[in-house]
């Protein structure tokens, strides 16, 4: 299946520093990818859509400015946690889905998800 | 948007037992899966299934989409099953996936 890389794995920082987050499709292009955070023993919560080349499309409730994304080309996107603060520790997850033609049918509409970056702001 | 709702949240299961998950969901889909994470917060895709039965070794699913639920079945299970099972689905019309709680499942030997 299509693979989907995030970078780094697990960042500490101090609170007020900014934290940039790379999710990046390896195998396939990828025009639209997701941002989602989990909280420990909850489920995963969409933040924002990326879209390639336009602005993102940001969750009820989830601050555009705290949280900064940009989706330059079809294979990366990255988000940027600006001024961290203590309560933004979570697992950070990314996903993509494979629109092109590189994919047999079926992968072409499955997601696929990054394997997550952990944050912890003190 | 679409409500996914799983059960049972939690499973103990003694290994080599068989069970079933199943999810719900709201309204009619075009896109449903399952996955499973694992210890390090992995999401690992078991199946794209928005409609039918598939089979994958040990594990297999079933969506009714008109009846709208799924089910996943592990059968023989092994303490490498336990963790998180996450079903997750898209409605028609829509672009973004939208979880589930999930079915926190524990195989003992």
């Known amino acids: 299946g299509a693979v989907v890389s995030q970078h780094p794995s697990r960042v500490i920082c101090k609170s007020g520093t900014s934290v940039k987050i790379e999710c990046r499709s390896l195998d396939f292009q990828a025009t639209t990818m997701f941002w989602y955070r989990q909280f420990p023993k909850q489920s995963l919560m969409l933040m924002a859509t990326s879209n390639e080349g336009s602005k993102a499309t940001y969750e009820q409730g989830v601050e555009k400015d705290k949280f900064l994304i940009n989706h330059a080309s079809l294979t990366l996107s990255t988000l940027t946690v600006t001024s961290a603060h203590p309560e933004d520790s979570s697992f950070y997850i990314c996903s993509a889905r494979d629109w092109g033609t590189s994919g047999r049918g079926t992968q072409r509409r499955t997601q696929y998800f990054g394997p997550g970056t952990r944050l912890l702001v003190l | 948007g679409i409500q996914v709702e799983q059960s049972p949240p939690d499973l103990i299961l003694q290994e080599g037992a068989n069970s079933t998950l199943r999810c719900n969901f709201s309204?009619?889909?075009?896109?449903l899966q399952w996955f499973h994470q694992n210890p390090w917060g992995q999401l690992i895709n078991l199946f794209y299934?928005?409609?039918g039965t598939k089979q994958n070794g040990r594990l297999s699913a079933t969506t009714v989409a008109t009846e709208r639920y799924s089910l996943l079945y592990i059968s023989s299970s092994q303490t490498t099953d336990s963790g998180v099972y996450f079903c997750a689905a898209i409605r028609y019309g829509n672009n973004r996936l939208a979880f589930g709680k999930g079915n926190q499942v524990v195989v003992i030997p």
């Open positions: 299934i928005p409609s």
């Open positions: 309204d009619s889909v075009n896109n």
